[in-house]
């Protein structure tokens, strides 16, 4: 899937009348069941779920749950299950879906708070204190304030902002299955921001300390290597040479 906004030449356009079903549950409401809600919309040029979405919440549902903050494809909140794939919302065009039949359905592997809206936040910053994504320097003077920035290759500067392209949506984690099998399963998120930390020259922690971290089944080893990661990442982020690379640094230890 490309960065870019892609505009299908499919013949859709404005004034299409859309079908959206949509799940709506509210697990804080006692009583509530899982249901599928199907609203019409009219297609409006360029049109997004997320503008699809929000006509629904002001003109038919007030109480329908999904989240957003940039509209921009920046934030990762609103990532969904869009006709089978997770996805940013603000990010895909209805034009996409030549049916004109969308179904949404919340993220899975996350804790759904109500409809659409899943709580990503919990499990990103779980995931960022297991494998301690800030840098760990061992030089006692990155802590004196007065000196100047270690300097670094403009070169690796430019891999690691590569890397460091992740919106922590949570696509990658919903489109694994070695996830939904295992609970405590790091995910491919979590080895991007290894990948990440593991390159940058300011960060001196070993590959033996990075076994203590991904070194066994919930980690790099449990990765069935099925790539609906790199599938389904919105960013394009490179998770097939990432885990490979981790894959092979970490046998290297063991
Ligand atoms: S790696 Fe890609 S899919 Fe996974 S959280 Fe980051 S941006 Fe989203
Ligand atoms: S390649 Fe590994 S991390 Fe990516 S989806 Fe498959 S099992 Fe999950
Ligand atoms: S609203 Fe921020 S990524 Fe979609």
Redesign the pocket.
Known sequence: MSDKIQIQANGNGPGRKLKFNILRYNPQLAGDKPRMVTYEVEEAAGMTIFIALNEIREKQEPSLQFDFVCRAGICGSCGMVINGRPDLACRTLTAKFPSGEITLLPLPAFELIGDLSVNTGKFMRAMSERIGSWIHSSDADNRDLTILEERMDPDLADEIYELDRCVECGC?IS?????RMRDE?L??VG?MHVARFHMDSRDHRSDDDWYEVIGDDDGVF?????????DNCPKDLP??TQ?AFLRRSMVKVA
């Open positions: 990658c489109a694994c299955g070695t996830k399963f995910g491919a080895f449990g990765c069935m290597t099925l790539l609906g990661c790199e998770h097939q885990i």
